[in-house]
């Protein structure tokens, strides 16, 4: 069955950085796209961004266009990352990834915690 297991999050200063990792199984992961959303304390579920199965077009919210984030995969390894960089306290949030779009199955999540 589908399995994805996030990892990587922790408690950072603003500014700081994190990379999260979520590694897959139980389906062809080189052929699907995945996602990364989250959610905040009090909020509901945010889209983060995509990333296509041959890594050729990633999505995403300004910080992913803005290159502040990085969405990019390893279909060698079956794991899809999340780059962040110069977090603030706003990015507080359990983040998860998906199987193909916003809606498909998640991970369990990994907190990550921005403290000024």
């Known amino acids: 069955q589908v399995q994805l297991v996030e990892s990587g999050g922790g408690s950072v200063r603003s500014g700081g950085s994190l990379t999260l990792s979520c590694l897959a199984s139980g389906f062809n992961f080189a052929r699907t796209g995945m996602t990364w959303v989250r959610q905040g304390p009090g909020k509901g579920l945010e889209w983060v961004g995509d990333i296509t199965p041959n890594s050729d077009q990633v999505s995403g919210i300004p910080a992913v266009m803005g290159g502040r984030f990085t969405i990019s995969r390893d279909n060698a390894k079956n794991i899809v990352y999340l780059q962040m960089n110069d977090l603030r306290p706003e990015d507080t949030a359990v983040y998860y990834c998906?199987?193909?779009?916003?809606?498909?199955?998640r991970g369990q999540g990994t907190q990550v915690t921005v403290f000024s």
């Open positions: 998906a199987k193909g779009d916003y809606g498909g199955p």
